[in-house]
């Protein structure tokens, strides 16, 4: 039997009876935030971390010396392919996540266009201020999603529901899919940026002073990616002045400090990095991590395997 660690916390037990359904694999429960694992623990082959605090184990791999898998429940996978040693696997959940963050951005894209904070202001102040704001539609809007993957690919069809054309980005191009090369020609003359790429070496600041000043003026950044992907500085002056929007549900610094400009500016949405965070999440993303972990176990590289030339392992016996 293949011993799986799966965290005991609340969130997760729906997780204990979704990887419970496979075979030859025992679930063995841990404490995430515990600094020693006993010894049924230490003899775990797979290690789930939760998705709350998902790098509170990290420190536990030391102790487990028959790893030989790391299964996220994140789509991405940037905060441990730097700790997991050569030749474990790692995978995230991407898959998971696409449905309830596509309609985040989507929400974010129609706050936004029909003016929904300069409603609510009028409403706290009561009142009724028919005319005195400009809202827009999405029909017909350009939109630039930087990021081809699930997300990417579930905000393109809910954008496409609503009258909008949207052009994905991936880091290579493909059928219907441009690729990174063409970034730069093809961010002006879109009315929405939206970013859903993963964090790496190259995408990390690939929002920066150039591609926001080669936006168009008043569009709409929505970035639910990674905070990092976009330069902070270089963002704050832009939606300052009032050239650019935003809906960011991810930034750098992340939490968003409390005296940071970004709070302050008006045309700016943010959500604490809660895009995902709706019932049936969790199970959508354990039912993902399972799918990995039996391709794993049948000697497979898994769909959402990451850093794969640096996997020499095999699967567990």
Same mark, same amino acid.
């Given at each position: ?12 037990? %729906? ?12 679930? +063995? ?6 600094? !020693? ?32 898998? +790391?299964?996220? *429940? ?11 040693? #050569? ?10 996540? $696409? ?11 129609? $706050? ?8 609510? !202001? ?15 539609? &999405?029909?017909?809007?350009?939109? *630039?999603? +930087?990021?081809?993957? $699930? @997300? ?11 009258? #909008? ?26 009315? @929405? ?8 070496? /190259?995408?990390?600041? &690939? ?5 926001? #000043?080669?936006?168009?003026?008043? #569009? ?25 929007? $935003? ?20 045309? %700016?949405?943010?959500?604490?990095? /809660? ?17 990995? %972990?039996?391709?794993? *176990?049948?000697?497979?590289?898994? /769909? ?9 392992? /095999?699967?567990?016996?």
């Amino acid at each position: 039997m293949t011993k799986v660690l799966v965290s005991d916390e609340t969130d997760d037990l %729906v997780g204990h009876s979704i990887f419970g359904q496979l075979e030859s694999v025992e679930v +063995v429960p841990y404490d995430p935030a515990a600094t !020693r694992l006993d010894e049924i623990q230490r003899q775990a082959e797979i290690l789930v971390p939760p998705y709350r605090g998902t790098p509170r184990p990290m420190p536990l791999m030391s102790q487990m010396s028959h790893l030989r898998m +790391v299964q996220l *429940l994140s789509a991405g996978t940037d905060e441990w392919e730097t700790v997991v040693p #050569a030749g474990i696997m790692l995978a995230g959940a991407r898959g998971g996540h $696409a449905a309830p963050v596509s309609e985040w951005i989507i929400s974010a894209a129609l $706050a936004q266009y029909r003016q929904w904070p300069t409603l609510v !202001r009028f409403q706290d102040e009561h009142v009724w201020a028919h005319r005195r704001f400009d809202a827009d539609t &999405l029909r017909g809007k350009k939109i *630039l999603i +930087v990021g081809a993957g $699930a @997300i990417g690919n579930a905000t393109a069809r809910l954008f496409g529901a609503l009258g #909008a054309h949207s052009t994905l980005i991936a880091s290579k191009p493909r059928q219907g899919v441009s690729g990174a090369d063409d970034l730069p020609d093809l961010i002006r003359g879109h009315q @929405i940026v939206v970013i859903t790429a993963p964090l790496n070496d /190259s995408t990390l600041n &690939l929002v920066d002073k150039g591609f926001l #000043a080669a936006m168009d003026s008043g #569009a709409l950044l929505i970035n639910a990616g990674r905070g990092k992907i976009v330069d902070t500085d270089a963002l704050v002056p832009e939606v300052q002045s009032g050239r650019l929007r $935003a809906a960011l549900d991810v930034t750098e610094p992340e939490p968003l400090p409390a005296d940071h400009p970004l709070w302050s500016c008006q045309g %700016v949405i943010i959500s604490p990095h /809660s895009a995902r965070t709706v019932p049936g999440t969790n199970e959508l993303c354990y039912e993902v991590a399972v799918q990995q %972990v039996r391709s794993f *176990l049948a000697g497979e590289v898994p /769909s959402n395997a990451a850093k794969r030339e640096s996997y020499s392992g /095999s699967a567990p016996r």
